[in-house]
């Protein structure tokens, strides 16, 4: 069945349950291909996309915890975010994202990779931490498929799974933190 739909260039393009737990399951291998390990910081910036979901999901997977960024943050609030939270790789939208994520990336010495959706504008840019998503997963798939179950049959209900900013408005936004139970448990709601 249909689990979302996108459009793109103005079609819609729908992604079935198989579709996503493809993507998401090449998204969680390829992040540990890459050296990203449980507990580390996935950020997420751009649009509400279904990489953002899929990127999001591959985080907790593989244990780590994901940090949502608005695509329209400040490349300060940005750097600020990442380097708080030490980050370790970022799921990016596309060029814009990669370029607010470049311009910082002097303060963002953990920040060891960035993935990108929209390759448009991508080939002008060199920088040793760049990675398509279509690459990510090409790395996941090429792994054994049953580190995808034993990475979710190790997940815990009461680890941390998402950080969630708080407004900022008196001063640099602070972080609540949410766990992958309750996380589940609104699901399911």
Same mark, same amino acid.
């Given at each position: ?6 459009? &793109? ?27 990203? @390990? ?10 509400? !996309?279904?990489?953002?979901? /899929?990127?999001?999901?591959?985080? &907790?997977? =593989? ?10 943050? /400040? ?6 975010? =990442? ?13 814009? @994202? ?8 002097? !303060? ?13 504008? /991508? ?10 998503? +279509? ?7 090429? !792994? ?13 209900? +009461? ?12 001063? !640099?936004?602070?972080?609540? @933190? =949410?766990?992958?139970?309750? =996380?589940?448990? &609104?699901?399911?709601?």
């Amino acid at each position: 069945e249909i689990a979302l739909r996108e459009k &793109h260039l103005g079609i819609w393009r729908a992604f079935t349950w198989a579709d996503y737990a493809r993507r998401t399951r090449g998204f969680a291998l390829g992040l540990r291909a890459i050296g990203i @390990q449980p507990g580390e910081v996935v950020g997420l910036i751009g649009d509400n !996309r279904p990489d953002w979901v /899929m990127g999001e999901v591959a985080a &907790h997977a =593989l244990g780590c915890r994901s940090l949502g960024i608005y695509r329209d943050s /400040m490349e300060d609030e940005v750097a600020y975010l =990442l380097g708080f939270t030490g980050a370790a790789v970022v799921f990016a939208e596309d060029e814009e @994202q990669v370029d607010k994520l470049l311009n910082i990336g002097d !303060r963002l010495p953990g920040l060891r990779r960035i993935v990108f959706s929209d390759g448009r504008g /991508m080939r002008k840019l060199s920088d040793p931490r760049l990675i398509s998503a +279509e690459a990510l997963i090409a790395l996941g798939e090429a !792994r054994d498929p049953a580190e995808w179950d034993a990475m979710v049959a190790a997940t815990r209900a +009461e680890e941390v799974a998402v950080l969630c900013t708080t407004s900022g408005t008196t001063a !640099r936004p602070k972080l609540a @933190q =949410l766990t992958s139970g309750a =996380l589940v448990r &609104h699901c399911e709601a």
